[in-house]
Each structure stands twice: as C-alpha cells, then as structure tokens.
C-alpha cells in the first residue's frame, strides 16, 4: 500500500561524502590519474584553508605548525598565500619535510618569506594558530612534549585553526591517540573523513567547514545527513493519499499521543491512535479507536504503523507488538517494542520497517556488534533487514544495501523525555509519505534537529511539535 502514498512529487537531498582515510586517498590518486599534479592540489587544498583563516581572522598574526608530510605541505601554502593578502605569517616547523609536494611548498615559502622557518619547540605564540601538523592517516599519537607545547600554542592564540584533523585524532574512528586541544575552526580538506563526524573527535573544535579541492567520491556510501527536499501535496491529494499513520498506545499512553501529533505535524494525512486511554488529550484531528476493533489494524489503507512509545515490557504488551507486525505494515518499532523486538527476533518485521533505538536499546538489539556508531548502524541495518536510526550525540540513518547518513549537529537539549517518540511520530509520517524506510528516517532526523534548532533553550519535546510546520517549510 506504501508504494501508492506520496504527496506530490519530493526531490532527492543532497548530501556530502563522509570517507574513511583509505577512500580519501583513492579520491586523490583518481583526482592525479586526471593528469593533476599532486602540489597544484596541494595548493589548491592551502588556497582554501588560507581563505577561511583570512576572512575570519583579517590581517591579525598568524604562526603556521608545519609538520613533515602533505599536511605539513598545505601548511606552507597556506602562510605564503596568507603574505600575499599582506597578513604578517610566521612558519614553524617539526621537521623537515619528507615528500616531494611538501618540499616543493616549502621552497616556494622561503622564496617569500620575510623570516626563516622557525623551530616549533620554541616559536613564539602568535594571534592566530594553524595546526598543519598531522591530518587524515595518523595511526599513533603526539609525543608528550610535542602535545603540551601544540596545546601551549594553540591555548595562547585567540583564534585556532586545524588543517584536515586535528593533529592526534584518528582519521577513522575519531579516537583521541594524545590530548588535543580545542580548536575555534577545523578545515577538512577535500571530503569530510569520519573523524569529523564521530565523538570524541568532533568536539574538539567549536566549527567545522570542508573546502573544495576538486576530488569526488561518487561511490562513497556514508554522507552527511542534509535538508531534505520536500514538496506541498498536490492538487488531487487527499487524507489517505497523503498516508495513514496508525499508533499503538500502550501502558504510558500519553508518549504515543505525542509521537501520534508528531505524525500528524510532520506531514501525514491520517493519524489514528490506537487503544489510548479516553482521558490522554490530542488534537481533536488525532482519530481515536479502541484495539478491540478488529479491523483497526487490518486496514489495508495503513501507510506506517508506529509501536513502542510508551508501549510497556509486559506480555500484554508483547502481545500488542506482535498483533501490529501480523499486518505486515510499513512499520516503525521504537523504545519498549524494540525491548520485546530482542526476544522476538527480526523476523517478525515487515519489508518495509524502521527502528530507532538508543545505544542502550541497540545493544540489547545486537550484543555482539561493536564499533563506531556508523559501523554498529550498518551492522545492525545488514543482520536485522531493516532501516536503523541509531540515536545519540551523533545520529546514523543506515539501511540494509550499506547507505548510511550520518547526522552531527543535534542540539544537546534534545536530551529530554518525549523527544525520541517526536522523531518516532516524524518516521512515521515520512515514512507514511514516501514509502522508503531509508528517506523517511534521514527527512525525519533532519525535521526533529531543525525543530530543536527553532525552539528555545531548555524545551520540551511538546515544543517541537510548534515548530515542525516551520522546519517543513524550510525544505519545501
């Protein structure tokens, strides 16, 4: 029944690779293989970062930390475009460089320079920090002396720069491999790498931006989750064309009549709550049946199906999950289903299925699986079959082929009850909507994040609800 509910004609979103230090690496050497040379990208790569530290920093001083291979390059680039706009640039260095491109960028600063290449260990602090020490592929950490003085540096410097990564972070799972200071702005280069993404690694900087250096990745299977493009409902719509959300109520009623408003603001045309307690308010547009009719879940014209907000572990509960599943709906299984989902099995779910589990639910969904959270998103997506909405501080949307969206930017006050049967209600509308699981949790991911963004400090998950049509209008 899915296949047939749209609300007029909706345009892809348009996301950004997120790569791993081995497929940034090929993006390169296919950039080369074009007849490239390997220093123009270099300058390419130090003309965009020099252009970010000068429109945020103008002509305040500047001491540039070059270190031994390309990143330490782009570093030397970086300080003779920046004499070039007249900004007093100081470099100093680790080591010597060790590859051709980063040789050549050091020549062509001292052919500049107004000073000689200074010794890192007893440079002077300057106004402004850029690190060009280590970027994508570091496998160890910073020396202990090396980290203490980086963090000298970049704590006596009112505005800090991290070319790539910065130096000590692992390129692929964000781990710390010595202390890292933090950073006012960290410049990816080229793509974003995962590190960019992934906790501790991202909070070591307060903004980070990617800089074009002409490299793509049409292949890459994890992006950035972006603003969707939604459209209006189209002239011959209607409330069931639109999608029919059905929401099974359970032991704490009042978190399935929020997820059941929430699916009604973020875009379906039908909501019914099922089973609630009379006194639990909703919107009068909300429908209200009992489970003891048996034709509530057996209607055909069910676009999603949304169990386990507030649904309860009782066996009366399970019960419940497993008269929702025998449909075989389009199905979105949050919070308490997902706890009976772990004694069930994956079977029970339908083709088409959406689950949103928290890192505590998703371990008792998968035990066994560990990893950053985009590989335990993936993993669980492949061995469950369905679209999984891991949710924490760095949010994936991953899907059974190996896609996978990754969102970073949620506000910290979303850590509140109701929030998640918000985005559970959001899935199901999109979900009702368009008919791809895989969509409907990366639009609804995006929604709940924009209607935290809109709302005030210190919210509550009923606040979201008013600033959803305002987040939709955003993408239409």
């Not at 009976?340 to 959406?354: C, K, N, Q, S």
Request: with cysteine.
């Amino acid at each position: 029944m899915a296949d047939r509910i749209r609300s007029g004609p909706v345009e892809a979103m348009k996301t950004e690779p997120i790569l791993t230090a081995a497929e940034m690496r090929a993006a390169e050497q296919a950039l080369f293989a074009t007849g490239i040379a390997e220093y123009d990208v270099m300058v390419r790569a130090g003309r965009a970062a020099a252009e970010i530290v000068w429109r945020v920093g103008g002509h305040r001083d500047v001491l540039v930390l070059c270190g031994p291979g390309n990143n330490g390059g782009d570093g030397y680039v970086i300080a003779r475009h920046l004499y070039e706009k007249g900004v007093p640039v100081r470099v100093a260095a680790m080591a010597d460089p060790v590859t051709p491109s980063a040789r050549q960028a050091r020549t062509d600063w001292e052919a500049v320079a107004p000073a000689p290449v200074e010794t890192l260990m007893t440079a002077a602090p300057a106004h402004q920090l850029v690190d060009a020490l280590f970027g994508t592929g570091l496998t160890r950490g910073l020396s202990g002396e090396l980290a203490d003085r980086l963090a000298e540096l970049v704590g006596a410097a009112t505005l800090s720069y991290a070319v790539d990564l910065p130096s000590g972070i692992a390129t692929d799972d964000g781990a710390l491999l010595s202390p890292v200071p933090h950073y006012d702005i960290c410049i990816a280069t080229g793509q974003w790498k995962r590190a960019h993404m992934l906790r501790p690694a991202a909070a070591c900087w307060g903004r980070a931006v990617c800089c074009d250096i002409g490299t793509v990745a049409p292949d890459a299977r994890v992006h950035r989750l972006a603003q969707p493009r939604l459209s209006a409902p189209d002239d011959e719509a209607h409330k069931y064309s639109r999608g029919l959300v059905a929401v099974i109520a359970g032991e704490m009623a009042g978190a399935a009549a929020l997820a059941s408003e929430a699916a009604a603001r973020g875009g379906a045309g039908y909501v019914r709550l099922l089973g609630a307690q009379a006194i639990v308010e909703t919107p009068h547009a909300i429908v209200r049946a009992s489970l003891r009719d048996e034709t509530a879940l057996s209607d055909a014209r069910i676009a999603a199906l949304l169990i386990g907000p507030g649904l309860g572990r009782s066996e009366a509960s399970a019960e419940k999950l497993k008269a929702g599943l025998v449909h075989r709906h389009s199905a979105v299984v949050d919070a308490d289903a997902l706890w009976h989902l772990a004694e069930t099995g994956f079977a029970a779910l339908p083709e088409r299925a959406i689950v949103t589990p928290h890192a505590g639910e998703f371990a008792r969904l998968f035990p066994d699986v560990t990893g950053t959270v985009i590989e335990q998103a993936l993993a669980g997506a492949r061995r469950s079959g369905a679209v999984v909405l891991l949710k924490g501080a760095t949010s994936v949307v991953a899907a059974p082929d190996g896609r996978a969206c990754v969102g970073d930017r949620a506000s910290s006050w979303l850590s509140t009850a109701g929030t998640g049967d918000v985005l559970a209600g959001l899935c199901a509308a999109r979900l009702a909507v368009s008919g791809d699981p895989f969509r409907a949790a990366c639009e609804a991911l995006w929604l709940h994040g924009e209607a935290a963004r809109r709302s005030r400090p210190a919210f509550i998950a009923d606040d979201l609800l008013r600033s959803m049509g305002a987040a939709i209008a955003a993408c239409l």
